[in-house]
Nanobody, 118 residues
Framework: QVQLVESGGGLVQAGDSLRLSCAASGRTFSSCAMGWFRQAPGKEREIVARINHAGGRTYYLDSVKGRFTISRDNAKNTVYLQMNSLKPEDTAVYYC???????????WGQGTQVTVSS
């Protein structure tokens, strides 16, 4: 059974940093793209960052460019999101997801809360 487990969320102050991790189990995702989404209260889920299977191509939401970095370790079946210079508007539940090119984002984690106080 495939599982994606996020960790690393928490309550921080504006300007602080957090590193989210998403460990996958049940199958290898080395041939799949991986990504991070977030959903704030009352808002739609949005994609924050995406990384291709080899890690050489990335995409970022405009509002996080220059502050967030997505990376992956295929040997560990894990994707990371380094978040620097956090802002209150980054407050949301963050989800990792996997896109194996078949049905879009096929697999999702349960989410981890990130709260940034001003």
């Amino acid at each position: 059974q495939v599982q994606l487990v996020e960790s690393g969320g928490g309550l921080v102050q504006a300007g602080d940093s957090l590193r989210l991790s998403c460990a996958a189990s049940g199958r290898t995702f080395s041939s799949c793209a991986m990504g991070w989404f977030r959903q704030a209260p009352g808002k739609e889920r949005e994609i924050v960052a995406r990384i291709n299977h080899a890690g050489g191509r990335t995409y970022y939401l405009d509002s996080v460019k220059g502050r967030f970095t997505i990376s992956r370790d295929n040997a560990k079946n894990t994707v990371y999101l380094q978040m620097n210079s956090l802002k209150p508007e980054d407050t949301a539940v963050y989800y990792c997801a996997v896109d194996c090119g078949i049905r879009g984002w096929d697999y999702w984690g349960q989410g981890t809360q990130v709260t940034v106080s001003s």
